[in-house]
């Protein structure tokens, strides 16, 4: 396994910048966004996808600090209702495709959009429950005739330039739960998957180390390292679908935390020894998202802790066996 990071946290410093303050941590991958929702703070897409050299300057930058890209990162929603929207982020998700082949990265990084209830809607609708019976209409709509025909083509064009796209399961979009990740694979081909964040998941009373065994082997492309912890005093009240802002901490069902402050080293470690088990050895990549300690110090406190859970060496063979 590898540890990294997602340099988006960063997004008021240069690459340059971003590389002289990781190198301390020793690191061994970095995620960079591309566009959308990440933004593109540390490379150029455009100009990487023009140039060879550029791209070959940037490759050669990384080893240098012995960095690999783990990922390109492009989450968006492809599928919005708004046209205009929905065109902007599908085209940066299929040039960030294409300069993932070109570069050589093997997954790019989505969610998998929600459209809107019908072809009138402006605005995005997630349905989370089957009644009233509209509510089934709109998801027919959504996956037959959005979701599927939209990623079918897009999972053949990661397909042809061997490129695998990595979902992140998120509420709010179609593809939440490992359920509807699996759904979506099926329907549209197997260069589509698992960008694996435990956060989303703990959040939902989902079990993520069940849910890297029911995805199982060569479903996970790729795995971010995020915590999240439930306050019950609040979530047995009001249950877990929380809109509170993510500053309100005192009072929200849940918040996002850095690695070990949610969970601490029995799960992860349990976690990590699971994505073996089920045939993942690739990067966990850090995604800072802690609104109670600074982007630095969640960083570093995240890769202290991982440094003791993640199994960096290929296993033995089983003299006792």
Known sequence: MKLGFLTAMFPDKSLDEVLDIIRPLELNTIELGTGNYPGAPHIDLEGLLASKKARTELLDKLKREKLSISALSCHGNCLHPDKAYAKAHATIQTKTIKLAGLLGVGVVNDFSGCPGSDPKATRPSWVTCPWPPDFLDTLEYQWDKVAIPYWTKQAKYAKDNGVKIGFEAHPGFLVYNPETILKLRKA??????????????????????????????????????????????????????????????????????????????????????????????????????????????????????????????????????
Request: charged fraction near 20%; glycine fraction near 10%; aromatic fraction near 14%.
């Open 188 to 321: 549209c081909g197997t260069s589509l998957g698992a960008n694996f964040d435990p956060s989303h998941f703990f959040w939902q009373g989902i079990d993520p180390v069940e849910a890297v065994r029911y995805l199982g082997n060569g479903v996970i492309f790729h795995v971010h390292a995020k915590d999240s912890k439930v306050y019950e005093q609040n979530s047995r009240v009001n249950g877990v679908l929380d809109v509170k802002h993510y500053g309100d901490e005192i009072n929200r069902s849940w918040i996002f935390r850095t690695c070990g402050y949610g969970h601490g080293y029995d799960w992860w470690n349990d976690f990590v020894s699971t994505l073996r088990m089920v045939g993942y050895d690739g990067p966990l990549s850090i995604e800072h998202e802690d609104s109670l300690m600074s982007g630095m110090e969640g960083l570093t406190k995240a890769v202290s802790f991982l440094k003791q859970v993640l199994i960096f060496q290929k296993k033995s063979a089983m003299t006792w066996a």
